[in-house]
């Protein structure tokens, strides 16, 4: 059941979980992905405000976003294998440490320069927050909650753009943006809290969880099992074309539709509600269909909604429903890759969630730089058409990665 224990200990703790703490538990990891999202919206809203204090362009200051990723990326690989071999809550709290110090530097950034150290942080922050609630929740639940525990705990993700970045634009536009990030320090620091409280302490259990070199091993497991790599490889894709869109969202409405921050802030809200909507539907009669085939179809869906947001030489409203139907769809997504990851890949759940987030920040950090050279060069359309293509391609991986008749026994559990 459990990555890191056997049956026994896994029953063992499945039966603790029902009881009652099981609620708190979701509630934690609710609260540290919500804490962690936020830093993958906050800065669009204010990218040229940053840039017009700091002195530089929209296009630069989106450098230092997939400078944030590729941290991400690069921490990634090791971030999944850490938590596996020594301890998940451990890791996870270190890592919205790590979010909290980066929060404060951007803040105090007064140079370009200073942007990417406070980059550096948020990178670490990002490669673990996220990855390690969801392994949690995708492993220390019985297979008749763990549906509900991954689509609860993912819903942090619809409330940071239901709530958190409307709130900090509300911030950022009389105090300016400064102040926002000053405040979502101060919010990760209480989310900080809230998971320390509510998580147990690491146990060190048997099989990967004895330490970090034993987690190590694991750790070409999932890269030799082909349906785990492709998994793997549709997200780089896929994070690509969500990033050369998302990065630029906030600064496409503010220049081209003559928006405000707190605008773009509400657009955000609706988005999230959307999102929201969607998490609640994979919970219930949606996440029942077959995963795969479901994941590969808004995979697409996704795609072509977010690069026609872009593409399309519609109002501003129209692009605004485009972007709603990415929301709803994408939240899907994101639990029915958890759940195909938690049934197939071999070795430590965690080390595969990691690698996991590693394909995305990879992707957002291609996507952000690749969007920013598109914009100095070109304008949002040729963005939009990347977009989309890339959203194509990773639909595709993913219907690829059906694993075969030999396969099938690593996968453990239906498809």
Request: charged letters at 10%.
């Amino acid at each position: 059941m459990a990555a890191t224990g056997g049956p026994q200990i896994s029953s063992e703790l499945d039966q603790t979980l029902t009881r009652g703490s099981g609620n708190w538990v979701i509630l934690a990891l609710l609260v540290a992905v919500f804490a962690s999202y936020l830093y993958n919206l906050v800065a669009s809203p204010f990218l040229p405000a940053m840039a017009t204090d700091l002195g530089t362009t929209v296009g630069l200051i989106g450098q230092v976003v997939a400078f944030t990723y590729l941290v991400a990326t690069l921490f990634g690989l090791i971030a999944g294998p850490l938590a596996d071999g020594l301890g998940q809550r451990r890791i996870l709290l270190l890592g919205l440490l790590a979010l909290v110090v980066g929060a404060f530097g951007w803040g105090f950034s007064s140079t370009y320069l200073a942007l990417f150290l406070a980059a550096l942080f948020v990178g670490l922050g990002l490669a673990a927050c996220m990855p390690i609630a969801l392994a949690i929740a995708s492993t220390r639940f019985p297979e008749s909650r763990r549906r509900q525990a991954v689509s609860w705990a993912s819903a942090g993700a619809s409330i940071a753009a239901l709530g958190g970045v409307p709130l900090l634009a509300s911030i950022g536009g009389p105090l300016g943006w400064r102040a926002a990030f000053y405040f979502l320090g101060a919010l990760t620091l209480v989310a900080t809290l809230v998971v320390y409280l509510s998580l147990e302490p690491d146990r060190r259990l048997g099989g990967v969880g004895v330490g970090l070199r034993g987690a190590l091993a694991t750790y070409p497991l999932p890269l030799r099992h082909r349906p785990t790599l492709l998994l793997l490889a549709s997200n780089l894709p896929y994070y690509l074309c969500l990033a050369a869109v998302g990065s630029y969202l906030g600064a496409f409405y503010i220049q081209r539709h003559g928006y405000s921050a707190e605008q773009v802030g509400w657009l955000f809200m609706v988005w999230g509600a959307v999102n929201l909507a969607g998490t609640w539907a994979v919970a219930g009669r949606i996440g029942a269909l077959p995963t795969r085939p479901l994941v590969t179809l808004t995979r697409a869906i996704s795609g072509l909604s977010v690069g026609g947001v872009f593409l399309l030489p519609v109002a501003a409203l129209a692009a605004a429903g485009l972007f709603a139907i990415h929301a709803f769809v994408t939240a899907i997504v994101g639990v029915g890759m958890t759940l195909l990851l938690s049934r197939e890949a071999p070795g430590g759940k965690a080390t595969a969630q990691s690698l996991l987030a590693v394909s995305g920040s990879l992707g957002t950090a291609l996507g952000a730089a690749l969007g920013g050279l598109l914009l100095t060069v070109s304008d949002y359309q040729v963005v939009g058409l990347v977009a989309a293509l890339f959203g194509l391609v990773s639909a595709a991986l993913i219907w690829w990665s059906r694993p075969r008749a030999a396969e099938m026994p690593v996968a453990g559990v239906g498809q």
